[in-house]
């Protein structure tokens, strides 16, 4: 296996990355709390969104939505504030929300590289944290949401994110250093099946995501779930043919500080359920705050995923069909009611846009 893959080498930066991204999101403004955080975002880009739901479910008074469509819904008002996020500045739907939530006066911040986003957001005046260029969106992850954690603590939705930032970088760090032998060990009892990630509580978001690495990175169809929900309707489906279900493996994500009765429905899982498919691993978190421990699994399973793509021998890098689907959604007209919307801003607020 080609160990010196250029995809790699962005998950080396991360204890970096997320360091940087505390520095950068320094040049916030102060706001109010909002009555609700709306993050409006797609992909890569969105994900944040759900990881700081799952982070400040047992802390934040301000409920968290992310938007991962072209509208927002109706309760996103002036009361709101909402994240705009994309790395690339340049996504369909991202753009048409940030419209809506422009139009709707809800307050705006903006994550992002550049782009029509980071156009609009100069000329509009809306606060803009400026990410570095040349990463691919879903390897720029501490980029993508350590800002969202520096504004949570801002606008006193939860205190203390920015310390555990930092300890999170600390521990990513003193991981590298084994972290290439474990992702491969993972990998290679992952190649030839579906993986199927199972998470909980700070968790769930954590196995959604790593589900959307194999699919990315890996090329690979991945499904992902959590308990306690997944033992009220999937846990069935493990009663099916063997011919089938050796076609999985799963991924139990684990952690020192899980409670007594999710221990407990994990084993049971485990024990009653699991017993057809091709392996099940675990992955223990690392660390003792929540956000440590949630990217310690990350990074392990995101490595892990680009182990796999290189013993498929197919590049982590590209993402083909994304961006074949981009490529033709620009060619149709749908794009031209954004453009007709931002054009609508540029008319009352004199921004030049060229799209
Ligand atoms: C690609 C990736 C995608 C993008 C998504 C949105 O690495 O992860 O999921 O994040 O297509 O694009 P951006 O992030 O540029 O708004």
């Known amino acids: 296996m ?15 990355a997320i360091l940087d991204a505390i520095q950068r999101s320094q040049e916030l403004p102060s706001l109010t709390k909002p009555s609700l955080l709306a993050v409006i975002g797609m992909g890569g880009s969105a994900i944040g969104g759900d990881l700081l739901r ?4 047992n802390q934040s008074d301000v409920p968290i939505y992310t938007c991962r469509d072209y509208h927002l819904p109706a309760w996103v008002g002036p009361n709101s ?31 992002t590289s550049g782009g029509i986003l980071g156009q609009l957001c100069t000329e509009l005046k809306v606060p803009i944290v400026r990410i570095p260029k ?6 720029a992850l501490p980029y993508l949401f350590i800002p969202m954690c520096v504004l949570g603590e801002r606008v006193g939705l939860a205190k203390g994110l920015i310390d555990q930032a930092k300890k999170a970088a600390k521990t990513l760090r003193s991981m590298l250093v084994s972290i290439r032998e474990k992702a491969k060990r993972i990998a290679k009892r992952l190649v030839g099946t579906i993986p199927v990630i199972y998470g909980f509580g700070i968790f769930k978001s954590v196995a959604y995501r790593l589900k959307t690495q194999f699919n990315e990175n890996s090329k690979v169809p991945s499904f992902a779930n959590w308990f306690p929900a997944l033992n009220h309707d999937e846990v069935v489906g493990w009663e099916g043919e063997e011919e089938l279900l050796e076609k999985f493996s799963v991924i139990l994500i684990r952690s020192q500080d899980e409670p007594l009765e999710i221990k407990r429905r994990i084993e049971l899982t485990r024990e009653v359920a699991l017993h057809k498919v091709s392996e099940i691993l675990e992955i223990w978190s690392k660390g003792k705050t929540p956000l440590e421990q949630m990217m310690s699994v990350l990074l392990l399973g995101e490595i892990a995923s680009i182990c796999l793509a290189l013993l498929r021998r197919v590049d982590p890098l590209k993402v083909r069909t994304i961006d074949i689907i981009k490529k033709h959604m620009l060619e149709l007209q749908f794009s031209e009611d954004i453009r007709r919307r931002l054009l609508k801003l540029q008319g009352r607020y004199k921004v030049t846009i060229t799209l």
Request: a negative charge; charged letters at 25%; glycine letters at 6%.
């Open 81 to 111: 504030l909402v994240i705009a996020v994309s790395y690339s500045g340049n996504t369909e739907e991202t753009l048409m929300a940030f419209s809506e939530a422009f139009k709707r006066g809800c307050k705006l911040v903006a994550i």
């Open 134 to 139: 040349g990463y691919p969106p879903r390897a």
């Open 2 to 16: 080609e160990d010196h893959n250029e995809m790699l080498k962005f998950y080396f930066r991360w204890p970096d």
């Open 54 to 57: 799952d982070l400040l479910y």
